[in-house]
């Protein structure tokens, strides 16, 4: 078993795989669903919590990675947290420059301004 495994619990080919891509784009919808709804910011954290349990669970169930290993879920809801943060910061970027173009315009990627 080499470091990465240890740490993670899987190979480093299903991490890219399922993690980062798979669950990456699960986690990229979350935070679009959430900014496109007006939900609250913080209605993030318990969303990347199942992300990451169900991110696990998809590694054990077939890929016969460890199911309780709490450093590869940490790391892989913090990644899954920080893709639904930006997703939920780009999109609510583009709803405040798309419904309210009297207001604000778009400063960047994830960012608005106002018109003044």
């Avoid at 893709?83 to 778009?106: C, H, S």
């Amino acid at each position: 078993m080499s470091g990465f495994e240890s740490v993670m619990g899987t190979t480093i080919g299903v991490s890219i795989g399922i993690t980062l891509i798979f669950m990456g784009g699960c986690a990229f919808m979350t935070g679009q669903g959430l900014a496109s709804t007006w939900r609250p910011l913080g209605q993030a954290i318990p969303y990347a919590i199942l992300l990451g349990m169900g991110d696990r669970f998809v590694v054990f169930a077939l890929f016969q990675g460890d199911l309780f290993l709490l450093s590869g879920y940490v790391i892989d809801t913090i990644w899954l947290y920080a893709v639904v943060l930006f997703a939920f910061r780009v999109t609510r970027a583009r709803q405040m420059a798309t419904q309210y173009p009297w207001l604000y315009e778009r400063a960047g990627l994830m960012g608005w301004r106002d018109r003044r």
